[in-house]
């Protein structure tokens, strides 16, 4: 791969740099050390606060002393999904970056540019001597990806800018100025488990091959959700022959939309062959169902190692039903803006563990009341089934300025930079900028990106061309900023 950009050349430097180092969300000690010591090293002015979040202050260039100070912002940690077959262990190996074209991908995981591009970028910019800018404040905030609570743990005065550029969005040539808030959900059922029988075998039945995603980007995209899946597996199951579930365990993230679902059951294994062919046949209906969108949703039942215990068939449709009426997707589509989700749940992971079975959900919604009341719909629902509900404190939507004289300078500098208009819109997913705002009231703020594809899944991929392109763009408006 040729890359003639200089300045993109040097953002894949520091992001080669950053790949290297284990960044999982709430595992972010070693990335935020590596920063401090990059800041000392290039001597650096840095704030450091308790949950490790940074602020790393770069001097203006000459001429610019008395601008005003410019916040660029992006986060530190990274969704951690792999490929079932991949033996990557996000703990210690690096991220194996892969050339394809135009774009940069990685081996069997995902490629963390969502969101070390922005740090990268900002790195590259604070160190090249050939971009005139106002002073500048890096700030990386640690552990977007579990509900932005980096930014939610900034103390007011961390940063002194009042003018913010966030690199984390995902497609070159649009301007967000607005985002959803979102709300986690943790949901626990009791079970009761028994001793197996003798008589019963045990396998285990696995739905993969979906694709998954952002599941603020992509949950109008109609994916399939891996743990919806082998529940209506199991539910058509069951009229064909008694069964017992002893494990399940689907989903990884509370943002990503579940790929993969496996669950270990038990029955009468003269009745295999007949569930073969009905699972065989659900993969059909299945595929046709999805069939633009998961064309590769695959069903498969082997045998395993029985377990000791398992749960009684009362239990297990007890547990088919709770998940079955657990809410998933769109819930509404903005009445103001055309084509923009308001709001949405996923349904994000399940596993059992200390007799409990436990699921994650995650609502967005860019209207608060209505995000607070599918939370409360969802915390009903374990609350019928006799179970519990915890849900967490949140962050606010980001309400869009469109008079923002920022935004209103962009628009024009993008117009005379590359000859065409830029996008302005509104995304379901979650920014930081909302957190950021309430923390320092005033500031005015912009979210820009290079193109990003299937980030939070192994296919997440990040176009080279536009790196170089929104380079250009942040030089060209910090110059303007004098």
Partial sequence: MIIDHPKTKETLKWFTEISKIPRCSKKEDQ??????????????????????????????????????????????????????????????DPIELVYEGEWLTANGATLGADNGIALAMAMALALDKETPHPPLELLFTVDEETGLTGANSLEPGFIDG??????????????????AGGINTNLNLPVCFETSPEYLSAYTLHAGGMKGGHSGIDIAKEKANAIKIICRVLEI???????????????????????????TIMFDSGKIETLKQKISELQTVFRTEYSNVEPDLTLKIVPTTKPEKSLGIAETERLIQFVRVIPHGVAAMSTEIANLV?????????????DEVNILTSQRSSVISRLHALTRRIEDVAKLAGGRAKSGDGYPPWQPNMNSPLLARSLKLYQNLFNKEPVVEIIHAGLECGIISDRNPGMDMISIGPDLRYPHSPDEKVHIGAIGKIWDFIATLLKDLK
């Fill in 237 to 263: 199951l069951i009229d064909t022959t008694p069964i017992r579930i002893a494990d399940i365990r689907g989903g990884s993230a509370h943002n990503a939309i579940p790929r993969d679902c496996s669950t």
């Fill in 342 to 354: 308001e709001t949405s749940n996923n349904l994000a992971r399940i596993w059992i563990e200390n």
């Fill in 31 to 92: 990335i935020s050390k590596w920063l401090v010591k990059w800041a000392e090293d290039n001597h650096f002015v840095y704030k450091l606060d308790k949950v490790k979040n940074i602020v790393i202050k770069v001097p203006a260039s000459k001429g610019y002393e008395k601008s005003p100070i410019v916040v660029i912002q992006g986060h530190m940690d990274m969704v951690c999904e792999k490929t079932p077959e991949s033996t990557h262990d996000f703990s210690k």
């Fill in 162 to 179: 009042r003018i913010l550029i966030n690199v984390d969005s995902e497609d070159e040539g649009v301007f967000t100025v607005g985002c």
